[in-house]
């Protein structure tokens, strides 16, 4: 099955950059997409279609995807942005959604 | 507004069956691809189950093909997950989503937590 590789944490401190990665064989020819998912909380989609925001997602969020690895990159980070986050996108054979092993967010 | 909430979470006992139930509002649930999703405890999402905007096709993960069945009623909007044997591994919280953009979850329930135990 297809199998999507994140790290297990990134640390950043508040006003900093993270960049968090997502690799899979596939990538390159696939829409990635990314969640956030705050303790508590139901996941939230902070990117879709590897770059694009949904409506009410800062711009200090967004995507991009350079040959089998997609990015999520968080400017100007805050403490709220602390949170697990998730890359996801499908198995080419068999159309069933993959989701990354999740990334957790410290802000030191 | 799209709004799904999950029901039917608990605890039940090892080999019991156990149903879901997903009442979506502010879109109807026959124009999208609907699906199940879990988060075990510490572990990550692990997407289960989808069914098709005709409500003819459903796919299932590897790892519950065969003991789960996804379902939908469409007078309802209301989405269902129905679990045959379950184990303790598959104590999560359990999520129903919408399918959006590029094959990405647009809307998520808050979740019901299904614990499997003796």
């Known amino acids: 099955s297809y199998v999507l590789t994140q790290p297990p944490s990134v640390s950043v401190a508040p006003g900093q950059t993270a960049k968090i990665t997502c690799g899979g064989s596939n990538i390159g020819i696939q829409s990635v997409h990314w969640y956030q998912r705050r303790p508590g909380q139901a996941p939230v989609l902070v990117i879709y279609?590897?770059?694009a925001r949904p409506s009410g997602i800062p711009e200090r969020f967004s995507g991009s995807k350079s040959g089998n690895a997609a990015s999520l990159t968080i400017t100007r980070v805050e403490a709220g942005d602390e949170a697990d986050y998730y890359c996801?996108?499908?198995?080419?054979?068999?159309?069933?959604?993959?989701f990354g092993g999740g990334t957790k967010l410290t802000v030191l | 507004q799209v709004q799904l909430v999950e029901s039917g979470g608990g605890v039940v006992q090892p080999g019991r069956s156990l149903s879901l139930s997903c009442a979506a509002s502010g879109f109807k649930i026959t124009n999208h691809v609907m699906h199940w999703v879990r988060q075990a405890p510490d572990k990550g999402l692990e997407w289960l189950a989808l069914i098709s905007v005709d409500g003819v096709a459903t796919h299932y993960a590897e790892s519950v093909e065969g003991r789960i069945t996804i379902s939908r009623d469409r007078t309802q909007n209301r989405l269902f997950l129905q679990m045959n044997s379950p184990t303790v591994e598959d104590t999560a919280l359990y999520y129903c989503a919408r399918d959006g953009a590029g094959g990405s979850f647009d809307g998520w329930g808050k979740g019901t937590l299904v614990t499997v135990s003796s």
């Open positions: 996801q996108t499908f198995d080419l054979g068999s159309g069933h959604r993959v």
């Open positions: 279609n590897d770059g």
